[in-house]
């Protein structure tokens, strides 16, 4: 039960715990993108705000240079009818009058400029702009300030001071700036978001190699156990027959029918429980350098008459096997042929070549074939369709050939049938004809 709970802790623990992380980090990454972004559009409306206010002062001084109006592409003031008392470039001719309800300062940005508007009131109270002596050729310095009425703005006599100031400012790359800083945000996310999954991923990598682990510690404790019952189980066995035969002597036909019985049964379960201690036992038995094409020939001379070859092979091409093993692996995979082929006119066949340095032994039979649920399974220990088998040849044929350092795989045959190929590394220098053509 507690190792039960402990699964689903491990798979969720970790996946929400780095999801939190990443969130809080991410959301930490906009915070401080937008408070930035807002810092900036705070900092270039004061920028705005100091340009406007130094022309405004300039103006009224009468010393406005081109360097004063750099990156400025329209600056206006205007009396408290709206009307201009000096433009220039963007500057609109007349303003809103202001109210009482108007918004002092008013701010917006363009694509590449920015726009102020404000309600000068009481910040010039005791600047009078005296403009009597405002001759219209004014000059900034190659930049004219254009009048708005008249040779002279302020009539003799009058006071006129703005009350309404206007600025277009030029921003060049802000709004790009603006752009990069969300780029760099999304990319942050994006890199958190990429970050969870290689951690969700590692999780489950980590947990399924301690459940593999776990099963490994598992399979390991019930190997040992089933060698020591297979081991065990010898010996009353063979007790049982030795009783069988005893009894046989003295016992009539029917009685001794019954025996022989008992006595097959008990020489099959004897049977089985060496290929369990065999399968479960480690194969200490050195591998050695063997000709495959002799050692073939040897092995094919057993079932003379019974299944066809076709070896194109090198005659001094070897292979580094155990000898023993490789030939129980091809005895069961022949004997599986011979028997799925045993309705068929047409025998078994192995194929021998030599590709890529590779040693291929493929094995042929007509039989039924394999269903392809069944066929993710043959390699299995245990795993077996017949109602006698033990599930154990090709498992065993499986460790022995990858103890030489092989492979073997199930391939559905052309026009029926199944085919088991082989494939052992070449040690030799030589290759064969097929292989260096």
């Known amino acids: 039960m507690e190792r039960t709970a402990k699964r689903p802790l491990d798979r969720t623990l970790v996946p929400v715990a780095a999801g939190l992380l990443v969130l809080a980090l991410a959301a930490a990454v906009w915070t ?146 603006q752009a990069i800083l969300l780029g760099v945000a999304g990319i942050a996310t994006l890199a958190l978001a990429l970050l969870y999954g290689v951690i969700v991923m590692m999780n489950e990598r980590y947990i399924a190699a301690r459940q593999r682990q776990a099963k490994d510690r598992e399979l390991v404790e019930l190997g040992q156990a089933a060698r020591t019952i297979a081991h065990e189980i010898k010996n009353p066995l063979g007790v049982i027959r030795i009783q069988c035969g005893l009894l046989k002597r003295s016992a009539d036909a029917a009685t001794t029918a019954g025996l022989s019985v008992i006595d097959a049964e008990a020489i099959r379960l004897a049977e089985l429980a060496e290929r369990i201690r065999t399968y479960l036992k480690s194969d200490d038995a050195p591998n050695e350098s063997v000709v495959i094409r002799d050692f073939l020939e040897s092995f094919l001379a057993r079932y003379a008459g019974e299944i066809d070859s076709r070896l194109d092979v090198d005659p001094n091409v070897s292979v580094t096997i155990n000898r023993t093993g490789f030939t129980e692996a091809l005895d069961n995979i022949v004997s599986n042929a011979l028997e799925a082929g045993s309705s068929s006119d047409e025998k078994p066949i192995i194929e021998v070549s030599v590709r890529q340095q590779l040693v291929r032994i493929v094995v042929l039979d007509r039989g039924p074939g394999i269903s392809d649920d069944v066929a993710q399974r043959i390699f299995e220990p245990f795993f077996t369709t017949k109602s006698r088998g033990s599930g154990l040849g090709l498992a065993l044929a499986k460790k022995n050939i990858e103890a030489c350092g092989g492979s073997v795989r199930y391939e559905y045959r052309a026009g029926g049938g199944s085919s088991f190929v082989i494939t052992v590394p070449v040690t030799s220098a030589m290759r064969s004809t097929s292989d260096r053509a």
């Open 32 to 177: 401080i993108t937008l408070r930035e972004r807002s810092n900036r559009r705070l900092y270039l409306e004061y920028d705005v705000y100091k340009v406007l206010t130094a022309l405004t002062d300039l103006f009224r001084a009468q010393s406005i240079s081109t360097e004063d109006i750099k990156n400025v592409r329209g600056f206006g003031l205007y009396g408290p009818d709206g009307v201009a008392i000096t433009t220039y470039g963007n500057a609109p001719a007349r303003m809103e009058a202001p109210t009482p309800s108007m918004t002092p300062s008013r701010f917006s940005l363009g694509e590449d400029s920015a726009t102020m508007i404000r309600v000068l009131g009481g910040e010039l109270s005791g600047r009078r702009m005296m403009m009597n002596g405002l001759d219209r050729g004014t000059r900034m310095r190659g930049q004219a300030l254009v009048p708005a009425v008249g040779d002279n703005p302020f009539p003799p006599g009058t006071d006129r001071m703005p009350a309404i100031a206007f600025i277009e400012f030029g921003t060049g790359g802000f709004k790009a700036e």
